[in-house]
């Protein structure tokens, strides 16, 4: 007798819990890409990283000493002729 055997169907709810996949097609049905969760964890990691240090740079650049150029008003010690 065939009975109905519940693993079967576990494991198949258990793979739709994966996570999420996107993938994208063009107008002729081709696979261009897919896109899965790491990309979007690494996408993610980049923007805050990128954040960070656009954050720091312009807190460095903030506090540096001005770059207009004074030329000295006293004359050189050593004149070479």
């Known amino acids: 007798m065939n009975k109905f055997d519940s693993a079967k169907r576990r494991t198949r709810i258990d793979q739709s819990s994966e996570g999420w996949l996107v993938q ?37 650049a903030s506090y540096s000493p001005s770059t207009t150029y004074e030329p000295a008003k006293t004359p050189p010690s050593l004149w070479i002729d």
């Open 24 to 60: 994208v097609y063009n107008s002729d049905r081709r696979l261009l890409c897919v896109l899965e969760p790491s990309h979007a964890w690494t996408f993610l990691w980049g923007c805050g990283f990128g954040l960070l240090l656009a954050v720091g740079w312009f807190n460095l």
